[in-house]
């Protein structure tokens, strides 16, 4: 009884681990902005890994698990003021690549097929937060960035133009 026990939780193992599958990739943001002096970029690259359990599992509360590693990164204006991206979330690719609404148990492909081709146009549903600080000393002085308040956060000739 002990022999079969032990080789029936060691089968359902195997079977549960045939189930389980496994994404990785890197997604840059860039950011276009114009500026007085002219037209700037910023970028920054994040990695994601995500781990699918596409039928779940017995007692599990998600079907998946996701890590993002990366670093928010920052354009230092021509008025001396600095705007940062906020880390976006490891989903972002996915929202952008696929709907969210009709996912399937392949879903996350969609984001690693995307290796190679142009750059898409992040909407604005997507769009990491932004921020700028009105004193760089001070964290209490951050202040939310949008594309609608560009303008007025930084002054005439400033405009957010796109993140891809």
């Not at 840059?28 to 596409?54: E, K, Q, W």
């Not at 998600?62 to 600095?82: D, H, I, K, V, W």
């Not at 769009?127 to 956060?153: G, I, Q, Y």
Request: charged content about 15%; glycine content about 6%; overall charge neutral.
């Amino acid at each position: 009884m002990h022999i079969r026990s032990i080789f029936g939780f060691s089968l359902l193992a195997l079977l549960l681990v045939g189930c389980v599958r496994f994404y990785s990739w890197n997604q840059r943001l860039t950011l276009f902005v114009n500026t007085p002096d002219g037209p700037m970029t910023a970028s920054g690259v994040t990695h994601v890994d995500i781990t699918d359990y596409p039928y779940g599992l017995p007692a599990a509360t998600n079907s998946m698990e996701s890590t993002l590693t990366g670093e928010a990164f920052f354009m230092l204006l021509p008025n001396g003021q600095y705007l940062f991206v906020l880390l976006p979330g490891e989903t972002i690719a996915l929202n952008v690549f696929s709907d969210p609404s009709r996912r399937s148990p392949h879903h996350f492909r969609y984001a690693e097929k995307q290796v190679g081709k142009e750059p898409v146009i992040i909407p604005k549903r997507y769009r990491p937060k932004m921020v700028t600080f009105t004193d760089m000393n001070d964290p209490l002085s951050a202040l939310a960035v949008t594309p609608e308040n560009f303008t007025e956060v930084f002054g005439a000739g400033y405009t957010f133009e796109r993140l891809t």
